[in-house]
């Protein structure tokens, strides 16, 4: 657990959010928790700064999600840091985003080891530059002995072509006789998306206002709860995520039965 948390900016707000920390562990927690991180450009326009400004402090809000994430015991935490389609906005701007990871791990990694974090990485690795690869593949490895809350960041992902590509290897594996036709069930499908290791995710949370997935985990999210918030991510805080839940711990999930 995160010994050194710090919650709220006093005394009084620390308290308060601690008895709610303890209130909300007494109900179930979400095991897997998605968020679509979004709003940090609206955040910088809004306070005249270059949309790189709401980046960088979007990544502080990375962190601050992350411990909480981690003290509440939310098993696997998924965050869509850049999509596919995300290439096509300015390359000062994509190249920004992509120096994040290294210096979110190059600042957080040693925390992370020590708090039991362990790093995966979802999203298709051969177009991301070198230094961002070996950000997050130094992480990966530096944390995989650790077995407590999984953070998985989308990095260039895009959830139809994963589809896509889980499609493709279907038909090959059927070709080649690995996979028969009649044993191809939802399970056996999902083993072929990235998220192969990890459960569906119970709680996606959007901030920003936006109520639209763009290509985020189609597949997985299809019995998720949805939290959506008008706060953009820089503003994102600790309340805010206990909210989510607390809203999510008062939803009845029937999964399609009565
Ligand atoms: C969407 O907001 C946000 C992104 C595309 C980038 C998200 C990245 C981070 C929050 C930092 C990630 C940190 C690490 C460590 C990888 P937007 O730019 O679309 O906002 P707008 O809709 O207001 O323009």
Redesign the pocket.
């Given at each position: 657990m995160f010994n050194k948390l710090r919650l709220g900016k006093n005394r009084n707000n620390t308290s308060t959010l601690r008895n709610k920390i303890d209130d909300i562990k007494k109900s179930p927690i979400p095991e897997h928790v998605a968020i679509?991180?979004?709003?940090?450009?609206?955040?910088?326009?809004k306070r005249a700064l270059p949309?790189i400004a709401?980046?960088?402090e979007?990544?502080k809000?990375?962190r601050k999600t992350t411990k909480l994430a981690s003290e509440l015991g939310i098993k696997t935490l998924t965050?869509?840091?850049?999509?596919t389609e995300?290439w096509k906005?300015p390359k000062n701007?994509v190249e920004y985003?992509m120096s994040?990871?290294d210096?979110?791990?190059g600042t957080f990694l040693p925390d992370l080891i020590k708090e039991n974090v362990q790093v995966k990485m979802m999203g298709y690795k051969n177009q991301l530059p070198v230094h961002t690869l070996r950000a997050i593949e130094k992480a990966i490895e530096d944390t995989k002995n650790n077995d407590g809350l999984v953070l998985n960041?989308a990095?260039n992902y895009g959830s139809r072509a994963e589809i896509l590509d889980g499609v493709k290897q279907v038909l090959n594996d059927s070709k080649s006789g690995k996979l028969k036709e009649t044993d191809l069930d939802e399970k056996v499908f999902s083993s072929y998306l990235m998220t192969a290791d990890f459960t569906d995710p119970d709680l996606l949370i959007r901030t920003?206002g936006?109520i639209r997935l763009s290509n985020f985990m189609l597949w997985q999210l299809a019995y998720s709860e949805f939290w959506f918030t008008d706060v953009?991510?820089?503003d994102f805080n600790e309340e805010h995520l206990l909210e989510a839940i607390e809203t999510f711990q008062k939803r009845q999930r029937r999964f399609g039965g009565i």
């Open positions: 679509i991180m979004d709003g940090n450009g609206r955040w910088a326009k949309r709401g980046h960088h979007g990544m809000v990375v965050l869509y840091a850049f999509s995300n906005r701007e985003i994040l990871p210096e979110f791990l960041f990095l920003s936006e953009l991510w820089p």
